[in-house]
Structure formats: C-alpha cells, structure tokens
C-alpha cells in the first residue's frame, strides 16, 4: 500500500474516476425512488388525517350533519370490497408478469381498471347523493375534513386508473420492456398503497364518523 | 440474476398469487368484523376504537408485508428503512397534532363530558 502511494502521481494522467461499465440497476433504483415518492404522498394524507381529527368533534358540524347522520356502512363496505378485488387483480397481473404472460398482464390491468372504475363509480355517486342532501364541504369543518380526505383518496384512485389505461397501451405496443416492467412495478406500489390508505379512510373516517 | 431480462429482476419474481390471495381474505375479514362491530355497537365506545385500531393495525401490517413486500431481503431491505424512517413523522404529525387539539378544546371550550375521548379515540 505505502508503495504504490509513494509513486508521485501525474494529475493530467490520473484517474479521477472508475469508467469500466458496471450495471445499474434501473429497475431497482427507480422502484426506489418510487417508494420514497409514495412515502412522501403518504405524509399528504397524514396530514389530512390529523386535520380530520382535530376537526372531527361533534361541536366541529356546527350543529349540521355528522358522518352517524349519513354513511351507510354497507355503502362503504361495497366499496372497500371493490378496492379490494381490484387491489387482488393487479397483484394477479404481477403474477403474470413474471410468468411472462403477455395476456394474463392485460386481462389483469383490465380487470383492475374495472373494479377500480366501480370503486370510483361508488364514491361520485356517494358525494353527488350527499351534495343533493346538502351535506357539502362548506357546511361545517368537520365536513370539509371529511371530503378532502375520502376525496383525496379518490382522486388517487383516478389517477391510478388513467396509469392503467396508460399501461395498457404501453404493454400491448412495446411488450415487457424494462421501462415498461418499471413503470409496471411503480404502478403495482401506487395501486397498493391506496388500500393502504384506504384501510384507515374506512376504520378511522367512516367507521369512526359512525360513533361521532 | 439476468441483468437482460426486466422479467427476471427479483422485483419482478417476488409477485406471489398466494400472498395477494391472503392478503384480500385477511384484510376483507378484518374490515367486515369491523363493519358488524360499529353496525350493532358490540361494545362501549372506547372498548370498540381499540379493537377497530387493532383491525386496521393487523390489516395494514399484512398488506404492508404481503403486497409492498416490506422485508429484509436484500431487494428490499432499503425501501424497508425508508419505510421505518418515515413512520415516527407520521406518529408525530398525526399524534401530536390530535394531542394539542384535544387539549386546546379542553382548555378554551366548555364541553360535555362525552366529548372527551382519548387522541385518536371517540369524542
């Protein structure tokens, strides 16, 4: 050691660094840096958790409705059922995936986009049924930290399935490429997260709201 | 490991039907037992709280290990840290800002008795 350190080194000719090709591994990296995204996506709705505690006192509906008035508990149970199942679906579609079954991949991500749609499907008609009771937002702050939360949600789930549409097409015209697997595997951790989060919606918001 | 063949990454191979099968009985079960608790009011209000933390506590832990795949394999092992890293700033925005509230209503607000809970618990 000390005698090649000794050698007076020539620093127009010294190596800084180490170019022989090592392999990165994109996969890993970038689902990685996915779950760090998802983590922090996560602090959102901690944040919106803890609003809906603070807010959710029964002197916090201003006398209005409270979530005992309207939520039907077999209402939400459908649609966590539906959640569920598409949750199931897309982790059928990651079976497939490794099988490398081409098909079962699209009727998976299909099967997830249609009992997602039904989730979503469930919650608008849910918030339209609400509006038209006149249980909305700006009636009290309980109110409004009960729909940015359960709303917030949805809007994930909407976003999860334009990625599936997405994916779709990206899987049936480039077949399982690496960016293709990639992008497969962040949205695999993004759908499942949101029955993550959807398991404290349902106990601590809708559940809960029942006993306010 | 084949650095050719996307499908060959263990990110890939770790995809378990078994597991996401589990995962949907097991949370399904949980949520429903859940449900019929709240539905028929088994119990006194912060005997019922505990029991639905505990559900949801039991669910998340099974989906986290069965569908994030949370573990200490050497594939995961750091996105299990981040996860850990992360979890006292979820305990600290939501339990510290439940805490100050619930104590601020106490002090500045004439309540009835019912409406004190524990953090986290019934009002």
Redesign the interface.
Known sequence: MSSSTSKALDPSSVELWDHSHHHHDVISTRTFGFWLYMLSDAMIFAVLFAAWEVLSYSHNFAGGPTPANFVEPGYVFLQTLALFTSVLAYGFTMVALKNGNKAGVISGLWGALILGGAFLALDINDVVHLVGMGITPERSGGLSAFFILTQTHALHILFGLLWMLVMLVQVSRFGFTADVVGRLLSLRLFWHFQAVVWVFVFVFVYLRGMLI | MS?DD??Q?P???V???R???L??LI??LL??V??LL??NHAMP?FG??LV??L??GL??IV??YF??HMDLSE?HI??TV??VL?IP??IL??GL??WM??TL?ERT?V?LPS?HGM??M??
């Open positions: 650095h996307p499908l990454h990110e890939v191979q995809a378990s039907g597991g996401y099968l995962t949907f949370s399904t949520m429903g859940s449900l709240v539905a209000p019922l709280m639905l933390s559900c949801a669910a998340v989906q986290i569908l994030m594939t750091w996105n981040a996860l992360t700033l979820f925005a939501i800002t439940a509230f619930s209503y607000m309540m409406m953090a986290g019934v009002h």
